[in-house]
């Protein structure tokens, strides 16, 4: 390990991990969860080895959207369940990408279940667990001073269509469609707005492009089972291994 930070106080857990504090102040340690929830966390499990699974995968794809010029908070791999990053102050949206229609889109507007949309549909939420995660508008996002002004939401959006772009055939040339993701970001010690949290299958959708398998945590919001083995077949495709 290139850095040696030490973690110390535990900043923050949420539903998939936990944040730590180091020694350096300008760095935190995430580590990885083998916990599951869904439906805003009615229903809860445990996969041991998931949080593994999870932290793999997001250190190959933070490395892969870094090397396009997508800021983020990634810095490298401490051991299987820990990742170091830049401590960032979170941006309480959720940005949700959307390919392809599915879960609460079908269901809320009456879209066809696997419509490709005609566009990419890129969505807010509102992070907190307390009002269930509402949608929001640019306005509700000044209102709630969010984001500084609308330029800040306009980079965000483009940022996430970015990334839509970059991962979209990053995944097509491993036989997987992205159909849906989650993503949030952060401010830099500098005030920088950058990507953060993680690139995994508890935010990702993703299927199989011949089978239409599901290949993410829908395995487990829909009872199918098999979540750690698709998971590891997520990772061996964006490994390379047969």
């Known amino acids: 390990m290139a850095n040696k930070a030490i973690k110390k106080t535990l900043v923050y857990e949420g539903k998939a991990k936990k944040i730590w504090s180091t020694d350096d102040v300008a760095l935190y340690i995430s580590e990885f969860k083998d916990d599951l929830t869904a439906f805003n966390g009615k229903k809860k499990a445990t996969e041991e080895g998931k949080g593994a699974l999870n932290n793999k995968i997001s250190t190959e794809l933070f490395k892969y959207l870094n090397n396009k010029g997508i800021s983020t908070h990634f810095i ?51 992070k907190n667990d307390a009002l269930g995660d509402p949608k929001l508008n640019d306005q509700h996002c000044l209102i709630l001073e ?31 469609t992205l159909v849906d993701f989650k993503l ?3 401010r830099d010690i500098n005030g920088n707005i950058i990507l953060i949290d993680e690139l995994s299958p508890d935010n990702f959708r993703l299927w199989d492009s011949t089978s239409g398998e599901k290949m993410d945590k829908d395995r487990f919001r829909e009872g199918l089972g098999g979540l750690k083995v698709a998971y590891e077949e997520v990772l061996n495709r964006i490994l390379g291994v047969k």
């Open 184 to 186: 949030e970001f952060g």
């Open 76 to 126: 490298e791999m401490i051991d299987d369940n820990h990742m170091l990053h830049k401590k960032a102050d979170v941006i309480l949206i959720e940005v949700i990408v959307r390919n392809i229609a599915t879960g609460s889109l079908s269901r809320n507007l009456g879209i066809q279940d696997g419509k490709v949309l005609p566009f990419t549909l890129v969505e807010f939420d509102y």
């Open 146 to 176: 969010l984001v500084k002004d609308t330029s800040e939401l306009e980079y965000i959006r483009y940022t996430a269509r970015r990334i839509n772009e970059l991962l979209k055939a990053f995944y097509a040339q491993r036989n997987l």
